[in-house]
């Protein structure tokens, strides 16, 4: 089954906020053109296999739904839930950040 996949607003200011430290903070135009791509790469595949992955292992997420899925070349992840045939991106995240809190 592939799902439609929708990105919150706080999962675009999410991405965003790792976006400008690449450019402003690292100077870096190139890793943030590639985080983005990898982004886009990531959303696509969540389309097709967001029914097919596990549940959020904190059991506060679990109880609200939150799956995650790790971006396909770089250290993020998106934590989503599935809403019928919509999956729904809430949040972007670096993976040495502490999202569970």
Same mark, same amino acid.
């Given at each position: 089954? !592939? ?5 919150? =607003?706080?999962?675009?200011?999410? $991405? !965003?906020?790792?976006? *400008?430290?690449?450019?402003? =903070?690292?100077?870096?135009?190139? @890793?943030? &053109? #590639? ?8 959303? *696509?595949? $969540?389309?097709?296999?967001? +029914? #097919? $992955? +596990? !549940?959020? /292992?904190?059991? &506060? $997420?679990? @109880?609200? +739904?939150?799956?995650?899925?790790? %971006?396909? /070349? ?6 989503? &839930?599935?809403? +019928?045939? &919509?999956?729904?991106? !809430?949040?972007? %995240? ?5 999202? =569970?809190?």
């Amino acid at each position: 089954m !592939d799902y439609e996949v929708l990105v919150s =607003e706080d999962a675009e200011n999410d $991405l !965003d906020h790792f976006i *400008q430290y690449l450019l402003f =903070e690292k100077e870096n135009e190139q @890793a943030a &053109r #590639s985080l983005l791509n990898d982004f886009e790469m990531t959303k *696509q595949s $969540l389309s097709h296999v967001a +029914g #097919s $992955l +596990g !549940d959020c /292992a904190n059991p &506060r $997420l679990k @109880a609200q +739904g939150y799956k995650r899925i790790r %971006f396909m /070349a770089h250290r993020y992840f998106m934590l989503y &839930r599935i809403e +019928g045939n &919509r999956v729904v991106i !809430d949040a972007v %995240f670096h993976e040495l950040q502490d999202f =569970e809190s």
